[in-house]
């Protein structure tokens, strides 16, 4: 729907209008590539009033409308009478407390990378070139009950020092400055989890590059105007 449209319609502002729109087409797109199914996951953004919009309790992410989305306070209270917010909304707010600069936070259940924490394989290893430029790698967090404030809890030290995490045999968390930058890193994620699990159904194991290849990797950042959090820089999950 026009932005002006759903501005008139609802008495949004534009930046809440926007965000709307642009949280269900991320949810359509999303579930387009299989990274949630049925009523999996959920998206958020924050507004510059420092307010959440979050997808609702129970809804199919790829068949959302844009005034079916929740509104709520850092505290979770919904703010404007609308609908109840996901009951994973802590990960969220963790996520933006933590790391205020970022506005956008996916949690999704891509297979691949979900089946790498069930099978046990490390997904930080340095394998993939762009991969170790751009993120580093992406650390596991230990299981928690989802639904509950051991899951928040959980992913808070990763959360502070990485963009993208894979929670163990449940989902993944990525965090963007935007929508589109939050969706960039979880469709990395995912691709890298397809590759690190079709060369370990292949080889029966996998060999990271040797420190000296990513050291050499880790100084080109500079050179390409990459700056982004990198969990191989900051030793994120590693130690």
């Known amino acids: ?95 933006y407390r933590e790391r205020p600069e970022m506005r956008a936070v996916l949690h999704c259940h891509p297979p691949h990378a979900v089946a790498m924490t069930v099978a046990g394989i490390d997904m930080q290893l340095p394998v993939i070139p762009e991969i170790i430029v751009t993120i580093g790698g992406i650390p596991t967090t230990p299981f928690a009950t989802p639904g509950t404030e051991e899951l928040p809890e959980s992913i808070r030290k990763v959360v502070r020092c990485s963009d993208t995490l894979v929670m163990q045999n449940h989902g993944s968390v990525t965090l963007g400055t935007n929508l589109l930058d ?16 079709l060369a370990h159904t292949a080889k029966g194991g996998l060999d990271p590059l040797p420190p000296d290849a990513v050291q050499k990797l880790l100084e080109t950042r500079a050179a390409l105007g990459v700056s982004t959090t990198n969990t191989l820089e900051n030793r994120c999950g590693l130690e």
């Open 182 to 197: 939050a969706f960039k890193k979880l469709d990395m994620l995912e691709h890298t989890a397809r590759i690190l699990w």
């Open 1 to 95: 729907m026009n932005i002006e449209d759903l501005t008139r319609r609802h008495g949004w502002s534009d930046e809440e209008a926007r965000l709307r729109n642009s949280i269900c087409e991320i949810g359509k797109l999303c579930y387009s590539k299989s990274f949630i199914v049925g009523a999996d996951g959920n998206i958020s953004a924050r507004m510059s009033d420092g307010t959440v919009l979050i997808t609702p309790a129970g809804a199919m992410k790829g068949f959302l409308s844009p005034e079916h989305l929740a509104h709520v306070d850092m505290d979770g209270n919904v703010v404007d009478g609308g609908p109840r917010a996901s009951s994973e909304t802590g990960i969220h707010l963790v996520s």
